[in-house]
């Protein structure tokens, strides 16, 4: 029973255009969510975070939008680069900020310069 | 500042046999965590500790895995003994807090059981 889904496996993106990463969950009480970057050999590193009472926050590049009646949340990159390549996992918790984490499968972005 | 360390990178045993991985967290984060990462997968979390007490474990499949703190830094978890299933990342993180959800993560231990 997955309740944090992130349907695409793999996007490709060109370099300079805006990367838009998808994440669906079933839980009505999650609460807080949270999106991490993972390259390669490497342990995944927090990205950007968003609490329920909001429905979007802002970082640099990085812009995650929170639907809660659709019980969706995306990850927009603008503009996108090279470096940005990496596996994204979506993240949510039912306790607040307190709550363990669960993870979605996550989705392999390339972006191509 | 140093990140959480993890060892060994990696680590290649036959089923049946025992194996132990070793983390250390950031110096003064209060919260450590171990998730086990398989192919394909997100991870998942196996125990989460608080200092060298134990938040949750609900997850760790106790029959065969166990983990510990004991001074409230570093943590150690074992696996006795392994099955092919057990093949998988396994990721230790930590934060400042329970109450703080932005977990640091080392760069994991690759376990193939074969």
């Known amino acids: 029973d997955q309740q944090v889904k992130q349907n695409s496996p793999s996007l490709s993106v060109q370099e300079g255009r805006i990367s838009i990463l998808n994440c669906d969950y079933t839980?009505?009480?999650?609460?807080?969510f949270l999106w991490y970057k993972k390259y390669p050999a490497e342990g995944p590193t927090f990205l950007i975070s968003i609490s329920s009472i909001k429905d979007k926050n802002e970082d640099g590049r990085f812009t995650v939008f929170l639907n809660k009646s659709a019980k969706h949340l995306s990850l927009h990159i603008v503009p996108s680069q090279p470096g940005d390549s990496a596996v994204y996992f979506c993240?949510?918790?039912?306790?607040?900020?307190?709550?363990?984490?669960?993870f979605g499968k996550g989705t392999k972005l390339s972006v191509k310069p | 500042e140093a990140g959480v360390a993890q060892s060994p990178r990696y680590k290649i045993i036959e089923k049946r046999q025992s194996v132990a991985f070793w983390c250390n967290p950031i110096?003064?984060?209060?919260?450590l965590y171990w998730y086990q990462q398989i192919l394909g997968q997100g991870p998942k979390l196996l125990i989460q500790f608080q200092n060298n007490g134990v938040v949750d474990d609900s997850q760790l499949p106790k029959d065969r895995f166990s983990a510990e703190r004991l001074k409230g830094v570093d943590s150690t978890l074992k696996i006795q003994p392994a099955k092919l299933e057990d093949s998988a990342v396994y990721l230790c993180?930590?934060?400042?807090?329970?109450?703080?959800?932005?977990?640091?993560f080392g760069p994991g231990t690759r376990l193939t059981v074969l």
């Open positions: 993180a930590s934060s400042l807090s329970s109450s703080y959800n932005e977990q640091f």
């Open positions: 993240a949510a918790s039912a306790g607040g900020s307190q709550g363990n984490l669960i």
């Open positions: 839980n009505s009480m999650f609460d807080y």
């Open positions: 110096s003064g984060h209060a919260t």
